[in-house]
């Protein structure tokens, strides 16, 4: 036996073999379990493959065998007797994790037993489980052997001795932990929410979902919100959905939408079935548009967060020698076209609350009126989102002026907000709501959503490159347009707009 201890896993598909892989990495002796005697078998085999990968590529130290000699199979949930540690990555399913921890709290009395589930309440799975302060949730994310997070979640019964080992186990792991509360999707699954509901809500209003995925890549993310769902198996996202849903009394921001349970029933599960949102192997994608930069000459009204990041990119001109008026105010003004301007230029006004069509009455002057939306910080080659209001099209002189801007032009039918500001938004207001609610503070929820998503920053470092004035006047302006609870600026954000934190 390892000096280090031991960790009984049970439960050997994707999460149980690559926690065992993770306890045996890190010197634990790991005695694994499964129902399915093939499972274990199998799962040994794939862990010496992942750990012979590993080891080609210098993340591993020893030999793979050695630590694969770590790992012993259990035939029983008794042979499980000598670990301090027992994690459990059995099917999301409340009676299961329930039946077996009762089971090991009787043979096991002084092991702590700790629960991969990703949205089941870790209070609940403790209920009758002799010795309940020991039950706590060690959630990893997939891949476990290179997601670099654990969230560890008391339930209410929890000792904070046995958080504190935890904790100090994780760490032991080489793992990351962060304490969150016991509430749905406890904070990494949680917060992320909109990332896929507010895409599906866009692909339901028209926005193709191929765009979607093009401007969430183009702001930095690894993969658009429907190759991430394609990725994790439309299945089991849908299953957590509904699961956030459901336990938190069916809040309307956590709707399941219909565009997934669709794919759902026809069995179109992603990439491990052959098609989801897309089909596989995935036709490349199509070149974008050509079209010659157009700097145009500019003037600029309002003082938000992009006019600083724009002002080096612009032509800036008077109000007499401007071919183009930039409007970057987030709320729409009653009487919008700039005094002073000669009428008849054409505007083009930042969409974070409005779409185009609503804009397009404000400005009396003007002689036409497009939407548009960047996202903070403003990098070569992002994604500028254009609008042109119902009935009209964005013209090229637009699309050549996005691109003299040195960004990527994105036609999009109307909307208020755009994709990338709307689901920025709305992921940064739900990390408000979780910094309310207490379920950590906001270094610690920022320092999770980055780690356990890889997200390229945390929501609420996203939050200030808005600023949470303008971050609070899209999201208004988006309620107002669209009338869903979801887009209702969340309490806490809109006290510190107001206080200027
Ligand atoms: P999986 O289906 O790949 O593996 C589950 C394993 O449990 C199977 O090998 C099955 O034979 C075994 N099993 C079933 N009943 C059992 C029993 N009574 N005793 C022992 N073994 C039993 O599932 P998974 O994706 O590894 O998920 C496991 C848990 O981890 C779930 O709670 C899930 O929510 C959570 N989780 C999954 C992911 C992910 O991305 N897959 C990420 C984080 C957390």
Known sequence: MSERGVVGVVGAGTMGRGIAQVAATAGFSVLLYDADASAVA???????????????????????????????????????????????????????????????????????????????????????????????????????????????????????????????????????????????GFIVNRIARPYYGEALVLAGDGVPFETVDRVMRGLGFPLGPFELMDLIGLDVNFAATKSVWEQTFHLPRY?????????????????????????????????PEPGEPRPLRVYLVGEG??????????????????ELVLDLRVPLEAKAYPEGVPEGLPVLTLAWGHSASRARPRYPGAREVYGFSLVPPLAE?????????????????????????????????????????????????????????????????????????????????????FGLPELEAGLRGLYAELGEERYRPDPLLVRRAAVGL
């Open 305 to 322: 967060s992009l006019a600083g990041a724009l002002a080096g990119r612009v032509r800036r001109a008077p109000p007499d020698e401007a």
């Open 42 to 184: 199998a799962a040994r085999e794939r862990i010496g493959a992942s750990l012979a990968r590993a080891r080609e590529r210098g993340r591993l130290g020893e030999e793979p065998e050695t630590v694969l000699g770590r790992i012993r199979p259990v035939a029983d949930l008794a042979g499980l007797e000598p670990a301090g540690w027992v994690i459990e990555a059995v099917p999301e399913e409340l009676e299961l994790k329930r039946r077996l921890f009762a089971r090991l709290g009787e043979q096991n009395p002084r092991a702590v037993l700790a629960s991969n589930t990703s949205t089941l309440s870790i209070t609940a799975l403790a209920r009758g489980v002799p010795g309940p302060e020991r039950v706590l949730g060690l959630h990893f994310f997939n891949p476990a052997p290179r997601m670099p997070l654990v969230e560890v979640i008391p339930g209410v019964e929890t000792e904070p001795e046995v958080v504190g080992r935890a904790v100090a186990f994780v760490r032991q792991l080489g793992k990351e932990p962060v304490v969150a509360k016991d509430r749905p």
């Open 255 to 287: 709707r399941p939408h219909p565009l997934q349970a669709e794919r759902v029933a026809a069995g179109w599960l992603g990439q491990k079935t052959g098609r989801g949102f897309y089909t596989y192997p995935r036709a490349p994608s199509e070149a």
């Open 381 to 465: 080659g992002q994604p500028m989102e254009l609008f042109a209001p119902e009935g009209g099209e964005v013209p090229p002189w637009l699309v050549g002026f996005a691109r003299a801007l040195g960004f990527a032009p994105v036609m999009l039918p109307d909307q208020p907000g755009g994709v990338g500001f709307r689901i920025l938004a709305l992921l940064a207001n739900e990390a408000f709501s979780a910094l309310r609610e207490g379920l950590a503070d906001a270094a610690t929820l920022d320092r999770a959503m980055e780690l356990g998503t890889r997200y390229p920053r945390g929501p609420l470092a996203w939050a200030r490159l």
